[in-house]
């Protein structure tokens, strides 16, 4: 099992810049690539960002290429999803999430966190 708790979610002006955190805690998170999704009300869940086990690969969803950028520390069992530009259709409740591979579906992802609302204001 790994568990997951996102923070780092507010309420900003449209262009500014939030940094969200996933901390994990249970089985090895360095182990599994992790993925950031979100939803918007009313809409389906959907792929932002993912990153390899090790960091060395990444995927981004066209919303988020050039603006959104995805990290981990695996060291300290964290990940991180730095968001610039933003706008008021980023707004949305952010997941992050833990599966096998970097994949842009959420079945792929195994495990989920509970969320981190983010409000962009106009």
């Known amino acids: 099992q790994v568990q997951l708790v996102e923070s780092g979610g507010g309420l900003v002006q449209a262009g500014g810049s939030l940094r969200l955190s996933c901390a994990a805690s249970g089985r090895s998170f360095s182990s599994y690539a992790m993925g950031w999704f979100r939803q918007a009300p009313g809409k389906e869940r959907e792929f932002v960002a993912a990153?390899?086990?090790?960091?060395?690969?990444?995927s981004y969803a066209r919303s988020a290429k050039g603006r959104f950028t995805i990290s981990r520390d695996n060291a300290n069992n964290a990940g991180y999803l730095q968001m610039n530009s933003l706008k008021p259709e980023d707004t949305a409740l952010y997941y992050c999430?833990?599966?096998?591979?970097?994949?842009?579906?959420?079945?792929?992802?195994?495990?989920w966190g509970q969320g981190t609302q983010v409000t962009v204001s106009s």
């Open positions: 999430a833990a599966g096998p591979n970097v994949a842009v579906t959420v079945q792929t992802y195994d495990y």
């Open positions: 990153i390899s086990w090790s960091g060395g690969g990444t």
